[in-house]
């Protein structure tokens, strides 16, 4: 069972665009959601993370956007750049599971020069 | 600081055999979790370990395995390999540590990956 869905599974961009991915899940256990980066051939890395007592979190040019009654969350990067061209992951961490992460499936950007 | 380090990058069996991977964790770290990668089920969790205890364990058969030493290094083991097990075998590393009797989060930080194909 998907605890955490993430669409879309592949977004085009321009450079300068704002891509916007989207997660959302069923779970009222999950008390932390991180958002990874990840290049081919590489691990995941952390981009920026959110607990559900604040509705938006920015760091740089990402910025994460929570609505804990709709159970779904967002990230938008701003002005973005080939460089950001990447699989993105959103995943979601329960309060009783130590550091278990349940991920999304996974989207892959591309931003054109 | 050296990030975590994995052993081998890749490798390449036959189906009924069984495999090793190696995890070091950063320098400091206590908490290794163990992920499976598949282009058809995405990141999904294998267990986690920490102080040499498996803390949690994902949904996965008896065949997947894993231990970690007192240096907090791990290894996952998986027996009678399958076609199905191909797949990028990912280790991340945390803390691991309690804050005020409420656990923080605790950052993971991922490895480069073990390619595992089966043939």
């Known amino acids: 069972q998907q605890q955490v869905k993430q669409s879309p599974q592949s977004l085009i961009v321009q450079k300068g665009g704002i891509p916007i991915i989207n997660c959302a899940y069923e779970?009222?256990?999950?008390?932390?959601f991180p958002w990874y980066q990840q290049f081919p051939g590489k691990g995941p890395a952390l981009l920026i993370a959110?607990?559900?007592?604040?509705s938006e979190k920015k760091e740089g040019r990402f910025t994460i956007s929570f609505n804990k009654s709709a159970k779904q969350f967002s990230l938008h990067i701003m002005d973005s750049q080939p460089g950001d061209s990447a699989t993105y992951f959103c995943?979601?961490?329960?309060?009783?599971?130590?550091?278990?992460?349940?991920f999304g499936g996974g989207t892959r950007l591309m931003v054109k020069p | 600081k050296a990030g975590v380090t994995q052993t081998p990058r890749y490798l390449i069996k036959t189906r009924g055999q069984q495999v090793t991977l190696s995890c070091s964790p950063i320098?400091?770290?206590?908490?290794v979790s163990w992920y499976q990668q598949t282009p058809g089920q995405g990141l999904q969790f294998l267990f986690e370990?920490?102080?040499?205890?498996?803390?949690n364990k994902g949904n996965f058969p008896g065949r997947f395995s894993g231990r970690q030493f007192s240096n907090s290094r791990s290894e996952m083991n998986v027996s009678t390999l399958e076609l199905g097990d191909s797949a990028l075998y990912l280790c991340?590393?945390?803390?691991?540590?309690?804050?005020?009797?409420?656990?923080?989060?605790?950052?993971?930080?991922f490895g480069p990956g073990t390619r595992l194909t089966v043939l």
């Open positions: 991340a590393s945390s803390l691991g540590t309690l804050a005020g009797g409420r656990r923080s989060p605790d950052t993971q930080y």
């Open positions: 779970n009222t256990a999950f008390d932390y």
């Open positions: 959110i607990r559900p007592d604040v």
């Open positions: 995943a979601a961490r329960a309060n009783n599971a130590g550091n278990m992460l349940t």
């Open positions: 320098s400091g770290h206590r908490s």
């Open positions: 370990y920490f102080s040499e205890t498996q803390r």
